[in-house]
């Protein structure tokens, strides 16, 4: 509850007049603010999933060899289960992507994805233990990656940084890894 209050009070302080709309403003002008922050959220949320998809598939082509078959940049045709690649990292952790049966069932939606399983992405090395399910869970590359590339800088996912500007955590007072954030990027992946 503090936190959102200190987000309230910094979208405040960023938009002066607002407080003031929004104590007198007609519940039409109120609902219009509300409208353009919700779509101010849309197209930051659309802009970090468009940096993302090119970015994420350099990071999961095999090292000097590229994804066979081939995924493009700019469609999600044959991405998510339909792919061999993508399937097996977005394939929850409980199960077998080498089965065949698994696979088809995943693709078909005969079983489906359930909130409780987590992909095997979310996973350092992709390597789940069913005795220990939360060891390496949020510790894989793919998610360090992209964590970086949305809350410092794409360029920061490189060992040196080349970014000339501050990045998003910076400008939004960021000063800590959150479960959110964390979340946040999962699911952007």
């Not at 991405?79 to 690649?85: A, I, P, S, T, V």
């Not at 079983?111 to 992709?126: A, R």
Request: proline residues 5%; charged residues 20%.
């Amino acid at each position: 509850e503090r936190r959102e209050h200190r987000v309230f009070k910094q979208l405040l302080d960023s938009y002066p007049g607002l407080l003031e709309q929004l104590r007198n403003g007609s519940e039409e002008e109120i609902l219009h603010v509300g409208e353009l922050i919700g779509k101010g959220a849309s197209g930051a949320r659309g802009d970090d999933t468009k940096s993302l998809k090119s970015a994420i598939l350099n990071w999961i082509s095999p090292k000097g060899a590229a994804i066979q078959p081939p995924l493009h940049r700019n469609s999600k045709i044959n991405h998510g289960f339909n792919h061999e690649l993508t399937g097996s990292l977005l394939c929850p952790a409980r199960l077998d992507w080498h089965d065949s049966e698994t696979r088809e069932n995943l693709r078909s939606g005969e079983i489906s994805d359930c909130g409780d399983q987590w992909p095997v992405f979310l996973y350092y090395n992709h390597i789940y233990d069913a005795e220990d399910p939360w060891c390496s869970l949020l510790r894989s590359h793919l998610l360090t990656c992209a964590y970086k590339h949305v809350f410092t800088s794409p360029s920061s996912v490189d060992k040196d940084p080349k970014a000339t500007q501050s990045g998003n955590a910076h400008l939004h007072g960021m000063n800590c890894v959150t479960t959110a954030s964390i979340a946040y990027i999962a699911t952007q992946v």
